[in-house]
């Protein structure tokens, strides 16, 4: 009973005529609201797979950091090579639980040599970076870790919930976004696909 | 009884018991009235208390769960943990969906069974007699939901200790809040349903007239003023418990609550009207009507998953249950009202806008808004989704735009309201009564502009502040000075208590939203810093361990007295990490120390963030006010107005306090 | 007395709109100063929803995305090349509408702003005719009936209380 269109009725003298008026458009009103709640989705609404993003078919967002070892990095001199970024958080469980996938997919890669893709990990934000550390050794995992200190990258990529991985083109263009867990073979995949729409046009 | 332990069993036993009992105590008071025979209204009485003891029993067996850690129960494995302390393992029964039911379901029986006490001996009236059936039969609604959607007492199988049994969230874990503000707050939102119940009778039995009213009037004051206060204590805990220094974020859970209470206020200030003048008798129906349905309605979009909320601890099935019964309550509620239209129609006419009467309506229109604008905002991205599928929010800007205006409005009317006479005011007597108060309104804007504050709409949130005080004081004086201490009882002066307690709580939240100022600093041990005059040294950054959780806290000496230590705790279980604020508490402003991530005992380095928040305490103590108010409003003054004066007889110019 | 009286009618409430409009000028005008970098941060992280807890600001929110944000939120402004609607403008353009906290005055979104506004117009203009109205049958006037049928109804109102 929400609609303030109420208070009109009671006070009306000749709600003989205005009446019918009101009480159809309260339930009217009522009646729809009704349907948008009965027909409204309910529970999580975090996807895992291809997503969309504004960022798809452009250039990437300029990222210029340092790796975890002290290394200059700069996304837009990875041009030439397919580049797979993957944002991650040592806290998070689903990240931790993809990493042997992502460590096979890095030999996959480095047995096809100069062509293969080139696997960058990107911390989130105030990640603690020992943890991060004993997280490699542990688990292995010989790519590039990139710090985001910052939060520019996390941000100009849009990834809120890690872990997210996006495909970057050799001209420097992100051509996929993948939210949530992704397995080796999946990754492989993908890589080849957007190489072989590449190579078409 | 192999499937379920003894728990389970007793649970589910007396939740069937109690689902019995208020079936057929429905069933039998219904066919009794109907049949009119007297023998069968009696023997209701016992049904109510069956199904009162069949929810005490299934709380106290879900608590006997709890306490024992039996695992066999599937709630106890979602909510319990091994080492959850006594008190928030007590309170674990509410820290869920399943529990918080039957938390209600308690409740809702409490009500019922007070009602079927209260009116024993008129049980044999079919308004009483329609109102009971109405309050059984939504027993019986919660007694199924306790055992169908939200079942409890479910079996749990082994519990596999490496995932289950990890205690409650832990926001629900840090705070003796946590013990009061649930409980509260469902007295007043289960409240409402006994004054839904007899305007449900009114309109069966077709007596609308002004006899129900004064059944559910102290009714409806009492669950009012357990939101009231449940709701407060509520901002105090997301105060102390969220660590970013906020009391009220609009969140849905936040206004499924306050949207009960709008048109609850309404009520209970256009059901005077009725009972003066006897008019707005539809609107008044309505209110109620649609006060009940809010709880529901506000307890389906918060359980149900369809907006999503900080608060919302769990999501379940129940969503399309509890839509259903919205649309039933709805429904049947109209489709009354307009059966009984013709009976509806209310003889009197009001004279004046300037009068008590006009402000009650002018009071009406603009709650009624408010209801409208918070449910509006609260499900209009629902609306979005299911017309273009897309996905947007509507958060606080929205929400402190709308309200801003409204509150200020309805400060002014606060202000002006408690000095009109019935019938029509005269200019002349506007000037006098008003004079004083509005000086008060004045005094406090010149107060405020002295110390500093600055902005248009808090500046006019202050005067008419200043304002609806001097005239709810006015009020008080001269009702004191005539009759002492009594000259506080009563409606109309324990309202203008409430008013006062109203008054504070929005002064205190106009100063904390506008003139918060925050600082982030990062410190080693030793460092002192300066922020709004005040020194804070970092005395030391320590790891600390509980049984359930563990953390780190700094110690920073403010004005190197005493020191605060704001904490991050990590509950092993949940694996989530927790902030907790430490705040030193004033009468003109709070110092709310919050210790932000990337602090490190190792190194001795803190990241503290400090909050300088004003005028917070009033809050509480305004929150407090309205529950001291509403005790006071409930006992009867001592001249009642005798009901046989004539209430159309002219107003004499000198004061009319009682009114 | 008399005095007091006098008091009350035009020069004192002349004297105290006066003071009122003296302080509402002066305290309005000195809160145009421009907000600080610390402000501006504030003010617009509060406009942004976390893009993944539950009815958090971005303001409020310890997620690592919405640290991410406030950081990036505190460079833009410290860079000082957008205005506060276009920074917010840019992080919900990387993390969709869901973000924004605001909703938009523009489309089918601007309903949210125009029915509470149409609902008021509404309410008003009901109360005006039915002030009208009430005004026109204002001209009845009790007679003896309706105070006898008045005394019987509040008698019976008052046992029902049973007090």
């Given at each position: 009973m929400s609609d303030t269109e109420v208070p009109v009725a009671p006070v009306?003298?000749?709600?003989?005529?205005?009446a019918p008026f009101v009480v159809l458009a309260v339930v009217v009103v009522l009646a729809a609201f009704f349907v948008v709640l009965a027909t409204s989705s309910s529970g999580p609404k975090d996807k895992v797979g291809i997503v969309d993003s504004?960022?798809?078919?452009?250039?990437?967002p300029t990222v210029r950091s340092t790796t975890l070892d002290g290394v200059p990095f700069d996304?837009?001199?990875?041009?030439?090579s397919w580049v797979v970024i993957n944002f991650f958080n040592s806290t998070c469980g689903p990240c931790r639980a993809e990493h042997p996938e992502l460590v096979k997919f890095s030999e996959q890669q480095q047995g096809?040599?100069?062509s293969g893709a080139e696997l960058y990990t990107m911390l989130q934000i105030n990640n603690d970076i020992d943890a991060v550390n004993k997280f490699f050794s542990d688990n292995g995992g010989d790519w590039p870790i990139v710090r985001d200190d910052d939060g520019t990258t996390n941000v100009a990529f849009g990834v809120?919930?890690?872990p997210e991985t996006f495909i970057v083109n050799p001209d420097g263009v992100v051509v996929l976004r993948w939210a949530g867990e992704i397995d080796s073979d999946m990754l492989s995949r993908l890589v080849q696909q957007q190489r072989d729409i590449y190579e078409a046009t | 009884m192999l499937a379920e332990g003894v728990n389970g069993l007793f649970g589910h036993s007396a939740l069937i018991i109690g689902l019995a009992a208020s079936v057929f105590g429905a069933g039998a008071l219904a066919t009794a009235t109907l049949l009119k025979d007297q023998r069968l209204v009696r023997a209701v009485q016992g049904y109510v208390w069956v199904a009162l003891i069949g929810a005490v029993l299934a709380v106290v067996v879900m608590e006997r769960a709890l306490i024992t850690r039996d695992w066999s129960i599937a709630y106890v494995q979602k909510v319990?943990?091994?080492?959850?302390?006594p008190l928030f393992n007590f309170t674990a029964?509410?820290?869920?969906l399943e529990g918080s039911i039957l938390l209600w379901l308690l409740l809702l029986a409490m009500y019922t069974s007070i009602v079927a006490r209260r009116y024993k001996a008129r049980m044999a009236d079919p308004l009483v007699a329609w109102a009971l059936v109405t309050m059984l039969v939504v027993t019986a609604f919660f007694f199924f939901l306790a055992l169908g959607?939200?079942?409890?007492?479910q079996a749990g199988g082994v519990p596999d200790f490496a995932k289950c049994?990890?205690?409650?969230n832990p926001l629900l874990q840090n705070h003796i809040l946590v013990l009061f503000h649930p409980p509260i707050l469902y007295l007043g939102y289960v409240g409402f349903t006994v004054p839904f119940a007899f305007a449900i009778g009114a309109l069966v039995t077709g007596r609308?007239?002004?006899?129900?009213l004064v059944e559910t009037r102290r009714w409806a004051l009492f669950a009012w003023g357990f939101l009231t206060v449940g709701i407060v204590l509520g901002s105090w805990w997301s105060y102390e418990v969220?660590?970013?220094?906020?009391?009220?974020?609009?969140?849905p859970v936040e206004n499924a609550s306050f949207l009960p209470w709008l048109t609850g206020t309404a009520y209970i200030h256009s059901v005077m009207v009725q009972e003066r003048r006897g008019m707005l008798r539809v609107w008044n129906l309505s209110l109620l009507v649609a006060t009940f349905s809010l709880t529901i309605l506000g307890t389906f979009l918060t359980r149900s998953g369809v907006v999503n909320s900080v608060h919302a601890f769990s999501d379940s099935t129940i969503g399309p249950y509890l839509l259903g019964a919205f649309g039933v309550i709805v429904a049947v509620s109209l489709g009354l009202i307009a059966w009984r239209g013709d009976r509806l129609r209310?003889?009197?006419?009001?004279?004046?806008?300037?009068?008590r009467e006009g402000a009650f309506l002018a009071n009406n229109v603009l709650f009624t808004l408010f209801a409208f604008v918070v449910l509006l905002g609260t499900v209009f991205p629902l609306i979005v989704e299911a017309k273009d599928n897309r996905q947007i929010a509507v958060g606080s800007p929205f929400f402190d735009t709308m309200a801003a205006p409204i509150g200020i409005v309805l400060l002014f009317l606060m202000a002006v309201a408690p000095v009109l006479p019935w019938r029509k005011a005269s200019t002349e007597l506007l000037r006098t009564r008003l004079f004083w108060p509005a000086w008060c309104g004045a005094g406090a804007l010149v107060l405020a502009v002295l110390l500093g504050a600055t902005g248009l709409q808090p500046l006019l949130a202050f005067t008419f502040a200043g304002f609806a005080g001097g005239s709810a004081m006015r009020q008080l004086v001269l009702a004191t000075r005539r009759?002492?201490?009594?000259?506080?009882?009563g409606r109309t002066n324990g309202g203008m208590v409430v008013h006062l307690g109203v008054i504070l709580i929005a002064v205190g939240l106009t100063a904390s939203n506008s003139y918060t100022r925050a600082g982030e600093f990062t410190m080693n041990k030793g460092d002192t810093v300066q922020f709004a005059g005040h020194s804070f040294q970092l005395n030391d950054v320590v790891d600390f361990t509980a049984p359930n959780r563990v953390g780190i806290k700094a110690l920073v000496a403010i004005d190197g007295g005493q020191a605060y230590a704001p904490a991050i705790s990590k509950y092993t279980a949940q694996g989530m990490d927790v902030g907790t604020p430490s705040v030193k508490t004033g009468l003109r402003y709070d110092i709310y120390l919050t210790l932000e991530n990337g602090s490190k005992p190792s190194t001795g380095l803190a990241k503290v963030k400090i909050f300088i928040k004003p005028l917070i305490v009033w809050i509480w103590v305004g929150g407090l006010l309205c529950g001291f108010g509403t005790l006071l409003a409930a006992f009867p003054g001592?001249?009642?107005?005798?009901?046989?004066?004539?209430?159309?007889?002219p107003v004499p110019l000198e004061e009319t306090v009682d009114v | 007395m008399s005095s007091a009286a006098n008091l009350k009618r035009w020069p004192g409430w002349v004297l105290l709109f006066l003071v009122v409009a003296c302080f509402l000028a002066y305290g309005t005008a000195k809160d145009a100063g421009p907000l600080t970098p610390e402000q501006r941060v504030e003010e617009i992280t509060k406009h942004i929803?976390?893009?993944?807890?539950?009815?958090?600001?971005v303001y409020e929110s310890a997620n690592p995305a919405s640290a991410a944000i406030r950081a990036e939120v505190k460079a833009q402004v410290a860079a000082g090349l957008r205005s506060d609607d276009e920074i917010v403008a840019y992080v919900v353009q990387q993390f969709?509408?869901?973000?924004?906290?605001?909703?938009?005055?523009?489309?089918?979104?601007?309903l949210v702003w125009m029915l509470p506004a149409a609902a008021l117009v509404c309410a008003g203009v009901g109360l005006f005719f039915a002030f009208r109205r009430w005004k026109r049958n204002a001209d009845a006037i009790p007679d003896d009936d309706d105070r006898a049928m008045v005394e019987k109804a509040l008698a019976a109102e008052v046992n029902l209380d049973g007090s």
């Amino acid at each position: 009973m929400s609609d303030t269109e109420v208070p009109v009725a009671p006070v009306e003298p000749a709600r003989r005529r205005v009446a019918p008026f009101v009480v159809l458009a309260v339930v009217v009103v009522l009646a729809a609201f009704f349907v948008v709640l009965a027909t409204s989705s309910s529970g999580p609404k975090d996807k895992v797979g291809i997503v969309d993003s504004p960022l798809l078919g452009r250039v990437a967002p300029t990222v210029r950091s340092t790796t975890l070892d002290g290394v200059p990095f700069d996304l837009a001199r990875r041009k030439g090579s397919w580049v797979v970024i993957n944002f991650f958080n040592s806290t998070c469980g689903p990240c931790r639980a993809e990493h042997p996938e992502l460590v096979k997919f890095s030999e996959q890669q480095q047995g096809f040599g100069d062509s293969g893709a080139e696997l960058y990990t990107m911390l989130q934000i105030n990640n603690d970076i020992d943890a991060v550390n004993k997280f490699f050794s542990d688990n292995g995992g010989d790519w590039p870790i990139v710090r985001d200190d910052d939060g520019t990258t996390n941000v100009a990529f849009g990834v809120a919930l890690v872990p997210e991985t996006f495909i970057v083109n050799p001209d420097g263009v992100v051509v996929l976004r993948w939210a949530g867990e992704i397995d080796s073979d999946m990754l492989s995949r993908l890589v080849q696909q957007q190489r072989d729409i590449y190579e078409a046009t | 009884m192999l499937a379920e332990g003894v728990n389970g069993l007793f649970g589910h036993s007396a939740l069937i018991i109690g689902l019995a009992a208020s079936v057929f105590g429905a069933g039998a008071l219904a066919t009794a009235t109907l049949l009119k025979d007297q023998r069968l209204v009696r023997a209701v009485q016992g049904y109510v208390w069956v199904a009162l003891i069949g929810a005490v029993l299934a709380v106290v067996v879900m608590e006997r769960a709890l306490i024992t850690r039996d695992w066999s129960i599937a709630y106890v494995q979602k909510v319990g943990s091994p080492d959850t302390p006594p008190l928030f393992n007590f309170t674990a029964l509410w820290s869920a969906l399943e529990g918080s039911i039957l938390l209600w379901l308690l409740l809702l029986a409490m009500y019922t069974s007070i009602v079927a006490r209260r009116y024993k001996a008129r049980m044999a009236d079919p308004l009483v007699a329609w109102a009971l059936v109405t309050m059984l039969v939504v027993t019986a609604f919660f007694f199924f939901l306790a055992l169908g959607p939200t079942d409890a007492f479910q079996a749990g199988g082994v519990p596999d200790f490496a995932k289950c049994c990890k205690g409650p969230n832990p926001l629900l874990q840090n705070h003796i809040l946590v013990l009061f503000h649930p409980p509260i707050l469902y007295l007043g939102y289960v409240g409402f349903t006994v004054p839904f119940a007899f305007a449900i009778g009114a309109l069966v039995t077709g007596r609308v007239g002004e006899g129900w009213l004064v059944e559910t009037r102290r009714w409806a004051l009492f669950a009012w003023g357990f939101l009231t206060v449940g709701i407060v204590l509520g901002s105090w805990w997301s105060y102390e418990v969220l660590g970013w220094g906020g009391v009220w974020a609009w969140d849905p859970v936040e206004n499924a609550s306050f949207l009960p209470w709008l048109t609850g206020t309404a009520y209970i200030h256009s059901v005077m009207v009725q009972e003066r003048r006897g008019m707005l008798r539809v609107w008044n129906l309505s209110l109620l009507v649609a006060t009940f349905s809010l709880t529901i309605l506000g307890t389906f979009l918060t359980r149900s998953g369809v907006v999503n909320s900080v608060h919302a601890f769990s999501d379940s099935t129940i969503g399309p249950y509890l839509l259903g019964a919205f649309g039933v309550i709805v429904a049947v509620s109209l489709g009354l009202i307009a059966w009984r239209g013709d009976r509806l129609r209310s003889p009197g006419a009001i004279d004046s806008p300037i009068s008590r009467e006009g402000a009650f309506l002018a009071n009406n229109v603009l709650f009624t808004l408010f209801a409208f604008v918070v449910l509006l905002g609260t499900v209009f991205p629902l609306i979005v989704e299911a017309k273009d599928n897309r996905q947007i929010a509507v958060g606080s800007p929205f929400f402190d735009t709308m309200a801003a205006p409204i509150g200020i409005v309805l400060l002014f009317l606060m202000a002006v309201a408690p000095v009109l006479p019935w019938r029509k005011a005269s200019t002349e007597l506007l000037r006098t009564r008003l004079f004083w108060p509005a000086w008060c309104g004045a005094g406090a804007l010149v107060l405020a502009v002295l110390l500093g504050a600055t902005g248009l709409q808090p500046l006019l949130a202050f005067t008419f502040a200043g304002f609806a005080g001097g005239s709810a004081m006015r009020q008080l004086v001269l009702a004191t000075r005539r009759q002492g201490y009594r000259g506080l009882l009563g409606r109309t002066n324990g309202g203008m208590v409430v008013h006062l307690g109203v008054i504070l709580i929005a002064v205190g939240l106009t100063a904390s939203n506008s003139y918060t100022r925050a600082g982030e600093f990062t410190m080693n041990k030793g460092d002192t810093v300066q922020f709004a005059g005040h020194s804070f040294q970092l005395n030391d950054v320590v790891d600390f361990t509980a049984p359930n959780r563990v953390g780190i806290k700094a110690l920073v000496a403010i004005d190197g007295g005493q020191a605060y230590a704001p904490a991050i705790s990590k509950y092993t279980a949940q694996g989530m990490d927790v902030g907790t604020p430490s705040v030193k508490t004033g009468l003109r402003y709070d110092i709310y120390l919050t210790l932000e991530n990337g602090s490190k005992p190792s190194t001795g380095l803190a990241k503290v963030k400090i909050f300088i928040k004003p005028l917070i305490v009033w809050i509480w103590v305004g929150g407090l006010l309205c529950g001291f108010g509403t005790l006071l409003a409930a006992f009867p003054g001592k001249h009642r107005r005798r009901p046989t004066d004539p209430v159309s007889a002219p107003v004499p110019l000198e004061e009319t306090v009682d009114v | 007395m008399s005095s007091a009286a006098n008091l009350k009618r035009w020069p004192g409430w002349v004297l105290l709109f006066l003071v009122v409009a003296c302080f509402l000028a002066y305290g309005t005008a000195k809160d145009a100063g421009p907000l600080t970098p610390e402000q501006r941060v504030e003010e617009i992280t509060k406009h942004i929803a976390c893009p993944v807890c539950d009815g958090e600001t971005v303001y409020e929110s310890a997620n690592p995305a919405s640290a991410a944000i406030r950081a990036e939120v505190k460079a833009q402004v410290a860079a000082g090349l957008r205005s506060d609607d276009e920074i917010v403008a840019y992080v919900v353009q990387q993390f969709g509408e869901q973000t924004q906290l605001l909703p938009k005055a523009s489309g089918f979104d601007a309903l949210v702003w125009m029915l509470p506004a149409a609902a008021l117009v509404c309410a008003g203009v009901g109360l005006f005719f039915a002030f009208r109205r009430w005004k026109r049958n204002a001209d009845a006037i009790p007679d003896d009936d309706d105070r006898a049928m008045v005394e019987k109804a509040l008698a019976a109102e008052v046992n029902l209380d049973g007090s």
